[in-house]
């Protein structure tokens, strides 16, 4: 297997079947958009409402109408695509960038099964429950393949360059594919709840202060894999990797912590557009290879954002919570997952035929 | 295929304007080994009653007193004239594993007008079935119709008629666990039970006109209807293990109705494959025969 970086082979699938109209295209984003705002709207409504679950709710009729719009684009997008005598072979031959999204779907309806069957025999989850919950995964899982649809049926026309409404498409589709993964990772978030330390003079290993850290490192990797996945295929239109930090830090503060302060998530999307510019000044200053460029990106952002936070942490409350080793120790480990993040997203290769 | 598109289109409309939470079971109620009653109201008021419904699940006051009667548990006032229904764990069946024909007794005080009332109840334990038999015919069910299928010349014929009891099934099925629901609205239940089905329903009996019209493009539909007719009966295969149903009508024609939306949906979705792929290959041949 190669693992060189330095030219990273572009997926093209037009090749294996007709190119998807940009109607397609945008029709399937709203319908996936509809899909996860139904979601997020449905997990404000239950952080919020915690007896919702006795109740007939508008967030679920938006869910489950979302569910229903972006199979019938599927099957829409599908239909001249396959032979008058469609088999499931045919379904298999699909490009990729509709057999993700079918998968995604598939994996959606299964879980919605199991789901109710899940609750039949062993009640409804709560809490940390609803994280590890098997059916849930799968209904997560279908939602971000759904949702990436668009942006891989973009990544079917040729060429590094993206047109402006190609890039508000793409951005789009990758902001509501991995939103329902900022979601789910609540329990591993450094966009939740918990920002700074508990103050814990000796903090336990196993703690909030040790859950908090892995928080960190998860949002971490959750907030540059997009970037890093569109970056691969195309030049990074400006403005893009700022969107794909700042849009989830403060949707996840409207979602779950809306009634705690603003600075956190604020600080979050005002840190973005600065690194963002940053790195862009300083990738016309200083002349690096690509892939030394990328490693930079993933060794210089983190700390910078999240030291951004502990410092306005600090001034809003007094406190970080968290003495040097853990402060240097943390921003250290979040470059050292970005830039690991960055290794492993670049180094993906297409699969060669064995 | 646009009426098609246009009633799945009316039924997504249908599902924006009427979706529910994802219940257990339609107005969550769930099958168990147990059932709920009301033995008693000490001292009996004249214009008190309090019965217990579905199958013990809930239990309604209901109030023709000339006072207010509250239920002290829960903290809640019945004004005179006023009805309330609610659930409660201790008297409720859901989860208790007791034995057949055990019983546990179960009181609910209340106060009516400033005279304490106590609601006595007993919850028996009934006889679970063996659910080896209707998994094997669910099973069978799902084997057979690929192994008939393989045998017929119009195997689509076959398929579009195990898909279409698959959904008379369905729908029976959902129409019996909407009428065991007393609590709640009846078009509103039955659109929570229905669910995804209300897809699954169109894509089946759309696909199947479609298909018998001469166009085979039709079964692809049918066979993604069956699908998800399958897995979303999966959730009441607990009707194979529990003795109390949430079904209006005998245990065991829900029993039979789960076997027949289950084996014959995955028989269907299965065998679509084997049947799609020689109807391609029929129509090659046929194509390539000069005329």
């Known amino acids: 297997m190669t693992t060189s970086v330095e030219r990273p082979q572009v997926v093209d699938d037009a090749t294996t079947g007709p190119a998807f109209a940009a109607r397609e295209r945008w029709v399937l984003l709203v319908a996936s958009a509809w899909l996860v705002i139904g979601l997020q709207l449905d997990a404000y409504a239950h952080a919020t409402t915690p007896e919702l679950e006795t109740f007939w709710t508008p967030w679920h009729g938006v869910l489950y109408s979302g569910i229903a719009a972006s199979g019938f684009t599927l099957l829409w997008i599908m239909k001249s695509r396959l032979p008058a005598i469609p088999t499931y072979q045919s379904l298999l031959a699909l490009p990729n960038a509709l057999r993700i999204p079918l998968a995604g779907m598939a994996s959606l309806l299964v879980g919605g099964g199991m789901d109710t069957l899940w609750h039949n025999i062993f009640g409804i989850e709560k809490n940390l429950e609803i994280f590890v919950s098997p059916s849930h995964e799968l209904i997560i899982l279908g939602m971000v393949l759904v949702a990436m649809g668009p942006a891989l049926m973009t990544a079917t026309v040729p060429g590094r360059l993206l047109s402006i409404g190609n890039a508000f498409l793409v951005g789009i589709s990758a902001l509501f594919a991995v939103l329902p993964l900022h979601i789910y990772s609540l329990h591993a978030t450094a966009l939740g709840f918990y920002h700074l330390g508990t103050g814990h003079a000796e903090p336990n290993v196993f703690s909030i202060d040790g859950q908090l850290v892995h928080g960190y490192l998860f949002s971490t990797v959750l907030l540059l894999v997009p970037i890093l996945m569109i970056g691969r295929r195309w030049r990074l239109p400006i403005g893009l990797p700022t969107a794909l930090v700042s849009i989830p830090a403060l949707l996840m503060h409207l979602m779950f912590a809306s009634q705690g302060p603003w600075w956190p998530h604020l600080t979050v999307a005002v840190a973005a557009p600065v690194v963002e510019l940053l790195l862009r000044v300083g990738g016309t200053l200083v002349t690096l290879p690509v892939t030394a460029r990328w490693i930079t990106l993933g060794l210089v952002a983190p700390p910078i954002v999240w030291g951004a936070v502990l410092l306005v942490g600090k001034i809003q409350t007094g406190t970080v919570g968290w003495n040097i080793h853990i402060v240097s120790g943390l921003l250290t480990l979040t470059a050292l997952a970005g830039a690991g993040t960055v290794l492993v997203v670049r180094s993906i290769q297409r699969l060669q035929p064995e | ?291």
């Open chain 2, 1 to 291: 295929m646009r009426r098609l598109l246009v009633l799945l289109a009316a039924v997504a409309g249908i599902l924006l304007a009427t979706a529910g939470p994802a219940a257990a079971h339609a107005g969550g109620l769930v099958a168990t080994d147990a059932r709920s009653q009301v033995v008693a109201i000490t001292p009996q008021i004249p214009g008190l009653t309090v019965i217990a419904i579905e199958d013990g699940a809930k239990l309604r006051l209901t109030n023709h007193t000339s006072g207010p009667v509250t239920v002290r548990d829960l903290d809640r006032t019945v004004p005179a004239g006023g009805e309330l229904t609610w659930a409660d764990s201790r008297f409720a069946p859901e989860g208790k594993d007791l034995g057949a024909f055990r019983t546990v007794n179960w009181t609910v005080p209340l106060d009516a007008a400033g005279t304490a009332v106590t609601v006595a109840g007993v919850l028996t334990g009934e006889q679970a079935p063996n659910p080896l038999p209707w998994w094997a015919l669910a099973i069978v069910s799902a084997v057979a119709v690929p192994v008939i299928a393989r045998r017929l010349h119009r195997a689509d014929l076959l398929l579009a008629a195990a898909g279409a009891i698959a959904m008379a099934a369905s729908i029976t099925h959902v129409l019996g666990s909407t009428l065991a629901v007393e609590s709640a609205p009846l078009l509103g239940t039955f659109l929570s039970a229905a669910g995804i089905n209300l897809l699954a329903w169109p894509l089946l009996l759309g696909g199947a006109v479609v298909a018998l019209r001469g166009r085979p493009a039709g079964l692809l539909a049918v066979c993604a209807g069956a699908a998800l007719t399958a897995v979303f009966v999966l959730p009441d295969v607990t009707s194979f293990h529990r003795a109390v149903l949430p079904f209006a009508g005998p245990p065991l024609v829900e029993r039979v109705l789960v076997v027949l939306a289950l084996g014959l949906g995955a028989g269907v979705a299965v065998a679509g494959a084997s049947v799609l792929r020689r109807l391609a290959q029929r129509a090659a041949v046929v194509a390539e025969v000069p005329s």
